[in-house]
């Protein structure tokens, strides 16, 4: 018999793993569940309050019902509302929560070796909707045999995934490697583009002590990292972008004083002073650590990315986006042919800065409007300002008649 390959040693660890995790689990069994409490996670803990979980629990809040939030997070510096509890995403707490809560809310995977009860509800709301990164099975050959397993074994657990879009409801089985209710809601992270820009837009610019009438360029790519068949890496990666051509475009184009917000990943933002931007402008401000990215949208006048989902939220507002993506050929082979064409979507694309300049220039509002609203009833999205009042309504209707919530799921 051969030696195992690294992979498979590091699988047998991992299903190791798994076991005593779920065994630990069974014997917290003799925890009753709390009916009134719901666990939120984003981002396996390292997020903080974001993403379509924070706007769920926004409208829990809202409603004062008697609810105990509980939120698992690995920085315990992360900033909360009153009404939400922060708890240490260690296992032991992990487990114990978990365990004892009615209902769990999360926008990623959990723990491998976690278990669920008969008597809760995981509604998973994933962290990218419309999005350009294959994901599950769409990576092929590039979907590493452990995330394949975390996947699915998540999968199982999962009572309801939310959508917003005919496009995602039919992808979903593939993507995430489930085969039970997808349920059709809009993102409660998109609430907040309907719902409160306005406020948003100035709350954001007092944060940061700009001026009122100043204007946004958001730049947010995506992470890079190593491959994910081992341990997660992040590089230090100039951008290549001529923030000062694209500033002085944007001026030209749609006038105004414009300043650059800065929405690295935060780990790799972390180092930046260490290795400092070579390419950095006057105006520029580091919003990296910010929880939401898309508080930070709402507040912003066009965004710049390369294959980030934000670019489909934002059209919600039909905020111009311009992609810039130098690396496509090398990012589709280490990751995996895109979900969609580039060159198919209402955003205007460049490889290099002379397109990207060129791309602001010849920007047209009613045509990209037009394209936005084609691409919206083509592939049947729904954001309305609602999700999260449905998520919670249908939380609620589970929490007190579950007879209701099947219902809604029929009818979705």
């Known amino acids: 018999m051969g030696r195992l390959s690294i992979e498979e040693r590091y699988i047998r660890k991992r299903k190791r793993e798994c076991i005593r995790t779920s065994m630990f689990y069974y014997l917290l069994r003799i ?23 924070r706007y769920i629990a926004e409208e829990l809040l809202k409603r004062n019902e008697e609810f105990e939030i509980i939120w698992l ?17 260690n296992f032991l707490n992990r487990a114990y929560h978990l ?24 509604i998973q709301t994933w962290h990218a909707a419309l999005e350009f990164k294959p994901v599950g099975k769409f990576r092929g050959k590039l979907f590493p045999r452990i995330a394949y397993m975390v996947s699915e074994y998540d999968s199982r657990l999962i009572d309801y995934v939310t959508s917003n879009s005919d496009w995602c409801t039919r992808l979903y089985p ?56 081992g341990n997660r890496q992040v590089f230090i990666e100039e951008p290549t972008i001529d923030f000062k051509q694209m500033v ?14 800065l929405r690295l990943h935060p780990q790799l933002a972390a180092q930046l002073d260490k290795y400092p931007l070579k390419n ?62 580039m060159y198919s979507l209402p955003f205007s694309v460049a490889v290099n800065n002379d397109e990207l300049i060129e791309n602001i220039e010849a920007f047209e509002e009613e045509e990209y409007r037009n394209k936005i609203d084609d691409f919206s009833q083509e592939h049947g999205v729904l954001e309305d300002g609602h999700a999260s009042e449905r998520i919670v309504e249908w939380i609620e209707k589970y929490l007190y008649n579950k007879k209701a919530i099947k219902s809604m799921v029929r009818n979705s």
Not at 248 to 261: E, I, S
Not at 312 to 337: C, H, S, W
């Open 174 to 229: 593939e993507m995430l490697l489930y085969s039970g209710d997808i349920i059709k809601t809009g993102s409660p992270r998109c609430d907040i583009f309907i719902n409160k820009r306005n406020d948003t837009y100035k709350s954001v610019r007092e944060r940061y002590g700009v001026p009122q009438d100043i204007k946004i360029a958001l730049f947010a790519p995506t992470f890079r990292g190593g491959s994910q068949k």
């Open 73 to 89: 997070v690995n920085n315990m510096e992360r900033q909360f509302p009153s009404g939400i509890k922060k708890v240490k995403n």
């Open 248 to 261: 002085d475009a944007l001026g030209r184009k749609f006038g105004g004083t414009w300043y650059v917000f």
């Open 31 to 53: 925890f009753p569940i709390h009916k009134d409490k719901i666990v939120f996670t984003t981002f396996e803990g390292d997020g903080g309050y974001c993403c379509n979980p």
């Open 280 to 341: 950095k402008v006057a105006n520029m401000i580091d919003v990296s650590q910010a929880d939401d990215m898309n508080e930070l949208a709402a507040a912003s006048d066009i965004l710049i990315t390369d294959y980030s989902s934000s670019a489909f939220d934002v059209i919600n507002m039909y905020m111009p986006v311009f992609i810039y993506a130098d690396d496509l050929n090398q990012y589709t082979e280490e990751r995996g042919k895109l979900m969609w064409d």
């Open 99 to 122: 365990s004892t809560a009615k209902v769990w809310i999360d926008n990623s995977r959990k723990a491998y070796g976690t278990v669920k009860r008969k008597k809760q509800l995981y």
